[in-house]
């Protein structure tokens, strides 16, 4: 059974920076996608970043974040840095099982880790 289990995450002031961290077991880490998502409150879940054998963001977090993957430790990694209060959200890693092209298809992922609280104070 694959297992998603974050870490990291918590409050920090705009302008500083944070750090997640998603581990996977039960399946080979492979070159498949691994993707982030946050959701606010009230708001549905959307797409922060992706690897697999690319990288992909979304637009607002261009050149602030930063998703890398570790094969030998089977851990994805999204750190962020100059956070904005907008960033506030739960944060989840997931995994899509069929692809190793970057993308950013909620429905497509099939694991989903079990989310990190990230609060940005102003």
């Known amino acids: 059974q694959v297992q998603l289990v974050q870490s990291g995450g918590g409050l920090v002031q705009a302008g500083g920076s944070l750090r997640l961290s998603c581990a996977v077991s039960?399946?080979?880490?492979?070159?498949?996608?691994m993707g982030w998502f946050r959701q606010a409150p009230g708001k549905d879940r959307e797409f922060v970043a992706a690897i697999g054998i690319d990288t992909l963001y979304t637009e607002s977090v261009k050149g602030r974040f930063t998703i890398s993957r570790d094969n030998a430790k089977n851990t994805v990694d999204l750190q962020m840095n100059r956070l904005k209060p907008e960033g506030t959200a739960g944060y989840y890693c997931?995994?899509?099982?069929?692809?190793?092209?970057?993308?950013?298809?909620?429905?497509?992922?099939?694991?989903w880790g079990q989310g990190s609280q990230v609060t940005v104070s102003s």
């Open positions: 039960g399946r080979p880490f492979g070159r498949n996608v």
């Open positions: 997931a995994r899509d099982e069929d692809q190793w092209s970057a993308h950013a298809r909620r429905v497509e992922y099939d694991y």
